[in-house]
């Protein structure tokens, strides 16, 4: 882990421990988990005890404490996308990448990860990668759109 990453984010935030979880974000954002180097920095930085920042971290489902793949999937099965067919696009999803929710490829391509509702319920079903929603998903296209990733 590159200290120099995680002093820059926490020089941004002036070191302030109100910022703490913008700090935890970036640092997250920057190396697509929290590795528990990092929180010991940010303990010992913001001067904030190391089992506030563990409550924090876990309570969060936006923070990893394990390595994520270059692109995050996060497929919807609410009942939304869920009536519209959105356990066959995880049957695809699982096929083409291997992974079961929860997981993250070999390669570090990508995790997959459900979610319950990503508020777009009308262009459903639909899976959000890197942060850009994708709708009215159909097994082939969802093969198609996972093969343009590398
Ligand atoms: S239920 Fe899927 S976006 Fe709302």
Redesign the pocket.
Known sequence: MDSSVIERIIDKHHGEAGSLIQILLDIQNELRWLPGAALEMVAEKLQVPMSRIQHTVTFYKAFSLVPKGRHEINL???????VRG?TRILEMIETVTGLQPGETDADMKFSLDT???????A????MEIDEQHLGKLVPDRTAALLKKYD
């Open positions: 919807c099965m609410g009942t939304a996308c869920h959105a979610v319950n509702c990503l508020g777009c319920c262009i459903g079903p639909v």
